[in-house]
């Protein structure tokens, strides 16, 4: 069963909003160059963290031109991280997707599109009822042409909603796959009381905002 509440303390105490707060090596990962993922088949890979990554991905895998989207951790500072260890707060890792997309189909810039919209973009520190710094928002960009896209939609969005967006922008830099029973939850779990009361009506949402980009 997901873990739905998180103790306040612990988004306090890790929150990457709060500079005085990162510690040295999530810093390093804040300012490190971004890593580029290579194509293979045509196909391109984009990175996303925006809560629970069980809702994230049937999100993405509702979309035209995605492929596959693959549930585990980025963002953080230590190697092979576990659902347990992430759910610390500790590691700096978000729960993540991997977004294998066909660019002739559908561009990064409609993927970041897809990001925003499917989320609340004002909450820190997590999606609806998941709270803490493994579930904060992180847009990952792979490149300087990618920053510039995600800082012009993000700066769009915050003039519109007269807000600070709550999203992070990291370079990326390494995503960590999660265990077996994480991937494809939605779709093989619909009985689940979370995915029947947060994962389906978040994905109900997008799907009412953005029509025109399901697949058929």
Request: glycine share 6%; with cysteine; charged share 20%.
């Amino acid at each position: 069963m997901k873990k739905i509440y998180n103790l306040v303390l612990v988004a306090l105490l890790f929150s990457c909003h709060n500079s005085a707060q990162v510690n040295p090596e999530q810093q390093a990962v804040i300012n490190a160059k971004p890593v580029e993922v290579s194509s293979q088949n045509g196909k391109a890979r984009a990175y996303f963290s925006s809560g629970c990554f069980w809702c994230v991905e049937a999100i993405f895998e509702s979309v035209k031109g995605v492929d596959e989207v693959i549930n585990g951790y980025s963002g953080g500072h230590t190697k092979n991280p576990t659902y347990e260890d992430s759910n610390t707060g500790r590691t700096g890792h978000a729960e993540s997707v991997e977004v294998i997309y066909d660019p002739n189909v559908v561009s990064f810039s409609t993927l970041v599109d897809v990001y925003f919209g499917s989320q609340n973009p004002l909450q820190v520190n997590g999606q609806g009822p998941d709270r803490g710094s493994q579930y904060r928002s992180i847009i990952f960009y792979q490149n300087d042409e990618q920053k510039q896209i995600i800082e012009s939609k993000k700066s769009a969005l915050e003039k519109k909603l007269n807000a600070k967006v709550a999203a992070e922008i990291y370079p990326f830099q390494k995503f960590w796959k999660a265990e077996d029973y994480h991937q494809n939850y939605v779709r093989l779990h619909p009985e689940n009381r979370y995915v029947q009361g947060v994962s389906i009506p978040r994905l109900n949402r997008f799907k009412s905002k953005f029509p025109e980009l399901l697949k058929d």
